[in-house]
Structures are given as C-alpha cells and as structure tokens.
C-alpha cells in the first residue's frame, strides 16, 4: 500500500478510515467547516513538517474549508475527487470521501495541486465566455466537467478563473480540457503538480 508523506486533512472519521483503505496515510479530521484556531495552527505546523494535502468532500462544505485552509496556510496541497465518485451507493445521504472507492482515492491523490498567487494569469475571462463556462445556461455544467477532467473539484463562475491560475493550468491543458468537453480526446489532463 502506497504511503502518502503529507498529512491528510479530511472532514471526519469516516473519510479516514476509508482513506486507510486505500493508501497509508496519516489524517487530521476537522470535524465540520468551523475550524478552530487550535486546528488551524495543528495543521500549519504540519504544513512546515511534513506538508499538508487539503482532501475535503465536494460539497459546500468542503469546499469551505479549503477556503479557510488556503488562505491561511498558502503552501498547502490539494486533492479533489469529483462528485460522482463520492456519491453514496443508496439514494439518500450526502457527497463524501467515505464513499469513494479505494481506486477514486488514489487517483485523486495522484492530482494534487499547490496553489501559487504568482501564477501568471493565462486563461482570460473572455476565453471562458467563449468557452461557456461562464454567462450562459450551460455553463455551470461544463464547469463542473472541466472541474473534474482537471482534477479542480466543483468552482463557480467567479471561482473559475482563479483557480486555474492558481494551479497554473497551462493554456495546452485548458484546450486539451476544452477539446475533450467536445467530445475529442479522452485521455485525463496532465496536472501541474508542484
């Protein structure tokens, strides 16, 4: 079993133990979106030791704590698995890492991003509204299969833009992503991995 160096940060109990399903790797489980202070500073020290993979549900909630995460320790990591991978199998109940598969786990940590504010920007706002994945009743599905085949998890028109330069999505990976919303390769994207 592959052994993760970084220190996972997931939602609860049942994300870890289903990660030790399919990996090695320490976690620490923030237990809701509201982050203490004592968390907080728990995962910046393990940021300067080890190093930290933010690897949330993909939900509103997830994504809220990637929020606070990110903005308080920049050089943290991020894994994202889509959200069909982390459907339950019954129809009730929420979008969870407990409910991925061993294989979705690990190929999601095989995609780990850093965010970096001093990515240039590449992709223009108007190259995104060209593409539909903004201001159209489209695009918040293309968003959400961009967000996939990129590995960026779900983001909102005003969120799009950033992220990818914060990932330094390259203008190569974006057409490739755009090309196979089309239809065209399928291939998965090669990620920027720092």
């Known amino acids: 079993m592959k052994r993760i160096k970084e220190v996972l940060i997931v939602e609860g109990k049942s994300d870890t133990e ?4 399919a990996v090695d790797a320490d976690t620490i489980e923030t237990r809701g979106s509201a982050l203490s202070d004592e968390t907080l500073a728990l995962i910046d020290r393990l940021a300067q030791t080890r190093g930290v993979i933010v690897f949330t549900d993909p939900d509103f909630s997830g ?5 606070i ?3 308080e320790i920049p050089e943290a990591k991020h894994a994202f698995l889509d959200k069909r991978a982390a459907t339950p199998e019954k129809a009730h109940g929420s979008l969870g890492v407990e409910h991925a598969s061993p294989a979705a786990i690990r190929q999601a940590l095989a995609q780990v991003y850093t965010e970096s504010d001093r990515n240039p920007e590449v992709i223009t706002r108007e190259e995104l509204m060209a593409a539909n994945l903004m201001g159209n009743h489209a695009a918040k599905q293309r968003r959400l299969e961009l967000g996939e085949y990129l590995h960026l998890g779900y983001v909102n028109a005003k969120q799009l833009q950033r992220r990818l330069r914060m990932f330094g999505i390259t203008k190569e990976q974006f057409h490739e992503a755009l090309n196979h919303l089309e239809g065209g390769t399928t291939h998965a994207a090669t990620s920027h991995r720092n």
Do not use: M, T
Not at 18 to 21: C, D, L, P
Not at 63 to 67: G, L, M, V
């Open 18 to 21: 289903r990660i030790q399903q």
């Open 69 to 71: 995460i990110a903005d």
């Open 63 to 67: 994504e809220k704590i990637r929020r």
